[in-house]
Each structure stands twice: as C-alpha cells, then as structure tokens.
C-alpha cells in the first residue's frame, strides 16, 4: 500500500492561492490520486482525482509529475469556507483497501 | 439519488454493552469500506468488502469487532464489549467500480458512538 505524508497544518488568507503537496513514494501502477475534502462532523467528500499529468475541475487543480511520486493540490483564491481538513489518498479505490494519511488542517483567515 | 445512510447518527452506550451500527450504500455499489475517526484524528481503515469476494478485515482493531455484509447490500458493524476507547464516530462509504478507472468514495455521515 502506498503511504502518503503530507504536511499536518497550512495557513492562508483569503483569496489566495493554496498548493497542498503530498508525497507518495511507493505508489503503484494501478493506483489513482484522489484528494478528498473533510469539515467538521461531516464524513469526508471527494475534490479532485487524475493518474498522471495535470486536472482540472470546477473546484481545484491536481498536479502529477511524470514520476508521480507526488501530487499538489491546488486551490484557487481560497474563501473562509474552505478551512477544512485535506486527505491525499493512493490506491485504487472500489479494488484495495484504503489507508488515508494524517490530512493537511487549513485554516483561512480573513 | 440516496447518498450513503448511516445508522443510529448518534449512539451512547454503556461499558460492556454490545453494538450495532448500519450502513446502507448507494445502489449498485459493489465496494464498502468501514472507517473509524476519534475526535480530531484522521481516518482510520477497518474493514473492506467488495461484492461477493472475502472481506480485508487487516484493520479491525481486536475481535470485538466484526462486521457483516448482507447480499451485496446492507451492512453492520459490530463492536461487542464496548470499552471508552471505542468512543468515535463510525464512517461507511461505498464505490461504484464501475468503470475503467478508479472511482471515488462516497461517504456518510457517521454514526457516533459514545461509551460511557
């Protein structure tokens, strides 16, 4: 299984932008990176997902480089809304278990 | 559609007692994972079932916990002998797999369970 190490905290402020690394060393060649967004008391959502090289939705980036043993997630002109807890997760979901990381707490300020 | 619906939302129990928490997935979705979080932890993998095939149970954390899946559908967790430190919220999702790649979870809401 992959493990993921991301950084435990960020700061920003609004109408930032914020890049989330994750690092994932040993992933493999089946396995997809799918970021998924936590808030408080609430189960966690998915954000954004790719393979390889970059994607981009209504919501955020994802960048893969060609060795993809990293990923950075992007968020554009972040809003107070978006203080939440961030999980980088490797695997290939629906055909393995899933071990999710510590997660990236952000906290946007004013 | 229904989302992932978890049952009881809110459970309090007595050291000792037995529990039963219930997930029912989304529809036609053949993976269902069980996740424990404690109060601002992360995430933390319990059990996996993916359609008819013998479930990982890697994560479960002793043999007080087990957990069943009912025709492809419906399932249970189940912690027997609850102890304080079984105080979490409970989290199910479900995967479609219904495609090429790989798909997302989808999540419910949890059940939190409070031992006394």
Redesign the interface.
């Known amino acids: 299984l992959a493990k993921t190490t991301q950084p435990i905290s960020m700061d920003s402020y609004e109408g930032q932008e914020v890049n989330i690394t994750c690092s994932h060393n040993n992933i493999a060649t089946n396995d997809y990176i799918t970021w998924y967004q936590q808030f408080p008391s609430q189960g966690p959502r998915f954000i954004i997902q790719g393979y390889k090289t970059k994607v981009t939705n209504e919501v955020a980036s994802l960048f893969i480089p060609a060795d993809r043993k990293s990923s950075t997630l992007s968020l554009p002109r972040v809003s107070l809304s978006d203080t939440a807890v961030y999980y980088c997760l490797v695997g290939d979901t629906g055909f393995q278990k899933l071990v999710f990381g510590t997660g990236t707490r952000l906290l946007v300020s004013p | 559609g229904a989302g992932?619906s978890q049952s009881p939302s809110n459970k309090v129990t007595e050291k000792g007692k037995d529990v039963e928490l219930r997930c029912d997935p989304i529809s036609g979705h053949?993976?269902l994972?069980w996740?424990r979080q404690s109060l601002g932890q992360?995430?933390e993998?319990l059990i996996?079932f993916?359609g008819n095939s013998a479930p990982?149970k890697?994560?479960l954390p002793s043999d007080r916990f087990s957990a069943e899946r009912t025709g492809g559908s419906v399932s249970t967790l189940t912690i027997q002998r609850t102890q304080q430190e079984d105080s979490a919220v409970y989290?199910c999702?479900s995967?479609?797999?219904d495609r090429g790649?790989?798909?997302?979870?989808?999540?419910?809401?949890?059940s939190r369970l409070t031992v006394l």
């Open positions: 992932v053949t993976a994972y996740y992360g995430l993998f996996y993916q990982d890697s994560g989290l999702a995967s479609p797999r790649g790989s798909g997302e979870l989808f999540f419910g809401e949890g």
